[in-house]
Every structure is written in C-alpha cells, then in structure tokens.
C-alpha cells in the first residue's frame, strides 16, 4: 500500500488532512471531539484524559470489554481502531 500526502498548497493540505471523530472522548454527540488525523491523532491516543476514558468505557460496555482489552495489550494502532471511528473525508 501506498500513501502519498502532497503538501504543496494549503488547499491540498486541507484535503490531505482529514479528521477522525474520537469517539471515546467524545461525550455529547451533538459536539464531537475530531482530531486530524496522522500526528495529532496519535498525540491524542496518547494523553491521559483519552486513555482514561478508554479504560472507562471499557469497563462500562461489558460488551466490548473483552475487545478493548485485546487491542490494548495486543496493539494500538489507529487502524487497529478503525471500526470504532467515523471518517470524514
Ligand atoms: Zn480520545
């Protein structure tokens, strides 16, 4: 797989950057918490507030709990999380 970013004018830029709704942060749906996607979304993965809500929805959705716990100590990458986000393109 290839991905190619062109970064030559601020209007590809714009289209190049695409965000990703956090829905683990995100706690009023009428206001969602988006993050662009690539640097900024993997500083966010990794602050204290998002890995706390983490572990907190996880406990809360006995549902998925066993999911969550899998992908936490097996891997965190963003792609790993795919089905939990909403893209915008
Ligand atoms: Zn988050």
């Known amino acids: 797989m290839l991905i190619v970013i062109v970064r030559n004018s601020p209007v590809s ?3 190049a950057r695409r965000k990703i709704i956090c829905s683990v942060c995100t706690v009023n749906k009428d206001q969602p918490l988006m993050i662009e996607e690539g640097r900024e979304w993997d ?3 990794k ?5 706390r809500l983490v572990g907190k929805a996880s406990r809360d959705l006995v549902d998925k709990e066993h999911r969550a716990v899998r992908k936490q100590s097996d ?3 963003a792609e790993d999380n ?3 986000m909403l893209l915008f393109s």
């Open 47 to 51: 602050t204290r507030i998002h890995k």
């Open 75 to 77: 891997n965190s990458e």
């Open 82 to 84: 795919v089905d939990d």
């Open 43 to 45: 500083a966010h993965q």
């Open 13 to 15: 830029v714009l289209h």
